[in-house]
Structures are given as C-alpha cells and as structure tokens.
C-alpha cells in the first residue's frame, strides 16, 4: 500500500493511474477528497498528524505532494509547506513507515527571494534530518492533461487583445511533462540508491518566456499584439491589485519567480530513471 498526500491534484490524478495500472494498491489523503479512480479516499488536513498517521498505516511508502503557488486564509505557504511536512514526516515515524517521496521545486534554494520557494526548502530540511529513506524531487513547471499551465497561455494568446510580457520576456523555463514526473516516482520506488538524493527534473528543452508563449500562439494560429511591461512599474502595481482584487491573476511572490530562470540539467534525471522527455512542442502538435 502506497499512501499519496494530495493524491486528488493534478500529479497525484496521474501518479495513481500509473501505480493501479502496476497493480499496486493506493490511498488517496485530500483534505476534500472525491472519488480517483484506482484509489481509496481518505479525507484529511495535512497538517493533523493524527489523521495522516491513520492513513499511512500499514503502507510501505509516502508519497507527498502536496503544495501551493498562492496563500489563501488558512493555508499560508509555512502551514502547508512547512507544518504540513512536519506532519507528514512524524506520521511515517508513528506509522513506522520507512520510504518517503517529496515533491519539492525546482528553484528552491537557501535565501530564495520568494516565499515560495523558501518554506520549500524548510520542507526539505525537515526531510534531508528525518531520519527515513527519503527522495526529493525538484521538478520545473509541470503540464499535460488536467494540469493548468498550457490551457491558461492558450487562453491569454486566444482571448486577449494585447499579450503582456514581463520585462524582457527572457527568463528561462522548462517545462516537463507530467507523465515523465510520474516515471521518476515510481522509478524511484524500486531503486534504492535514490535514497537520499535530490533530483531535479525538467523538459528536454529550454524557452525564454516570449518563446514559449510564441510557441504556443503558433500551434493555435493567432498572430499575437505584444507589449513589453517595464519590471519597475510592474512590482507596485502587482502588489496593489493582488491585494484589492482576490482573484488577480499575479501575486508578488509569483512575479518574483517568474522573472527568476527556471532551469536545469536533466542529465541525472535521465540516466537514474531512463527517462526520455516529452518536449512541450511536441505536446502542442498532438
């Protein structure tokens, strides 16, 4: 049995069909949790150690996902990153469970400009000094079927009049599709020299930020009006209008990690789990 903490999000969705298809037995912990196919739901805050001790018991391996890119009341980036860690870590001590997968962040780093990005790595602290048999996964920006990075530019491109770039529209990204995140996983599960490591996982190619919206705009035929937002009159306004409009698309600490480049070598990645990855263009051409 395999418990997998945010098992009804997008990775999770993906990372149960793979493990049910290998005839593996799954529950699913969500803290509003609906029925995923190939798993059994079991409802729970992450941070209730009591509750996520029940869930993991009697299993071999945690798999935790869960994680945010926004705070909303009640779920800050400390409480769910870093307490919901603490309390996944001390459920596998009292559920005497030995294996426990994170999915981290690429861009996570001591003294992180975003708070994002830094209770990530106070997540990771708390795993490297747990004592179990741990593995750590940073992975880039994460797309495929049911996730909401692609829909959301290809919605930008169709609808908007003008299509706003963040300064130079240079920052690097490289997106990796979801099915080659799941492979890592579960590769991870059957080799025991991944304990202890962390790898960092990304596509097979790397786009400034222009680049990938021109990639996009191009496989859905518009012809794009772009304009060019200075970063100095961009950050004020940013914080203003996140502050007054609840659902404004940007927060401050996202601009931070947009304007960050998001990249890595995959070489690692590719020779542990065998992993060839899907390109974002190749994704758009089906």
Not at 232 to 250: G, M, N, Q, Y
Request: aromatic share 4%.
């Amino acid at each position: 049995m395999i418990l997998i903490t945010g098992g009804t999000g997008f990775v999770g969705r993906h990372l149960i069909a793979r493990l049910h298809q290998q005839g593996e037995q799954v529950r699913a912990l969500a803290r509003s949790p609906h029925d995923v196919p190939g798993a059994e739901p079991v409802q729970a805050d992450i941070t209730d150690t009591a509750a996520v001790g029940e869930a993991a018991r009697g299993c071999q391996a945690v798999i935790h996902l869960v994680g945010i890119l926004r705070e909303r009341r009640g779920a800050s980036f400390r409480r769910v990153h870093v307490e919901g860690m603490r309390s996944v870590i001390e459920a596998c001590r009292q559920a005497e469970v030995p294996r426990l997968l994170h999915m981290s962040a690429l861009g996570t780093r001591p003294n992180a400009r975003s708070r994002y990005h830094g209770t990530k790595w106070r997540a990771e602290e708390l795993v490297r000094e747990s004592g179990l048999q741990t593995t750590i996964f940073r992975p880039s920006v994460i797309f495929g079927d049911g996730g909401s990075f692609l829909p959301q530019i290809r919605s930008l491109v169709r609808r908007a009049p003008i299509v706003p770039i963040l300064g130079g529209g240079m920052s690097l990204i490289q997106p990796i599709w979801v099915e080659d995140v799941v492979s890592c996983f579960v590769g991870a599960l059957g080799r025991p020299e991944t304990v202890g490591r962390t790898y960092e996982l990304g596509g097979p190619e790397t786009y400034g930020f222009e680049q990938l919206i021109d990639l996009v705009a191009e496989s859905e035929g518009v012809e794009l009006v772009k304009l060019h937002l200075p970063i100095p009159l961009l950050r004020p306004a940013v914080a203003v209008l996140s502050r007054v409009i609840p659902r404004f698309p940007l927060t401050s600490d996202q601009l931070t990690m947009l304007l960050e480049d998001n990249a890595c070598d995959i070489t690692e990645m590719r020779e542990t789990f065998g992993v060839e990855p899907r390109s974002v263009r190749d994704h758009l051409a089906e």
